[in-house]
């Protein structure tokens, strides 16, 4: 089975500024699927950004970008000008045929 | 909106009740899934269902089982509970779309197993 690791529990960060968050995953399939969520207080979980493993361009959404090294199997992700409802868990994901998998999240906060 | 709708936001039961959790989603998703979410250990999958009457388990399926007789319909039970199963639980479902699923969630079910 797949596995995911995100080895940040929490971290804060300073309005405006810019953070980044670790995730590396374990897989023996070459074609698969990555995910970045969002879980603010609400507990409702948003999608943020994905990433399709066959594509070397990282994938950008606004202010969210990820930097996705396949050979080392790592898929962090970049918050630039970092606002306030950004403050959630953020949860790594792997997708291989429909079978999801999380890590065990970062909690980000940020600080006016 | 697609909507992902679990049956109880708060949910107390006591250990060795039968206890069923509901999920319905509105987009005609062929994929759903069962999560429990405990702090330090992310979401963990427990079964998930890719079609009706069909059923997978995940990582965690002891002590659970599913049912999904009807597409938007996926039900976790827990058949005898146990204070170790008090925990969130999150249901979702996904559809595939420009070949890679994206997956919609449930508010979750905070579950106290007493």
């Known amino acids: 089975a797949q596995t995911v690791t995100q080895s940040q529990p929490e971290m804060s960060v300073q309005e405006a500024e810019t953070v980044t968050l670790s995730c590396t995953y374990d897989t023996s399939e070459n074609n698969y699927y990555l995910f970045w969520y969002k879980q603010p207080p609400s507990r409702q979980m948003i999608l943020v950004i994905r990433q399709e493993a066959y594509k070397q361009q990282n994938a950008t959404e606004n202010r969210f970008s990820v930097n996705f090294q396949k050979a080392a199997k790592s898929f962090s992700l970049k918050i630039s000008d970092s606002q306030l409802g950004d403050t959630a868990m953020y949860f790594c994901a792997t997708d291989n045929n429909n079978d999801m998998r999380f890590g065990a999240g970062t909690r980000l906060t940020v600080k006016p | 909106d697609v909507k992902v709708t679990q049956s109880s936001r708060y949910l107390v039961k006591r250990t060795g009740e039968k206890v069923f959790l509901e999920c319905v989603q509105d987009m005609d998703h062929e994929n759903m899934f069962w999560y429990r979410q405990d702090p330090g250990l992310g979401l963990r999958l427990i079964y998930f269902?890719?079609?009706?009457?069909?059923?997978e388990k995940g990582d965690i399926p002891e002590g659970y089982s599913v049912s999904r007789e009807k597409k938007e319909r996926f039900s976790l039970i827990l058949e005898s509970a146990s204070t170790n199963q008090t925990s969130m639980y999150l249901c979702a479902s996904g559809g595939w779309g420009q070949k890679s699923q994206k997956l919609f969630f449930g508010s979750g079910t905070q579950l106290s197993v007493l």
């Open positions: 269902s890719y079609d009706v009457k069909m059923k």
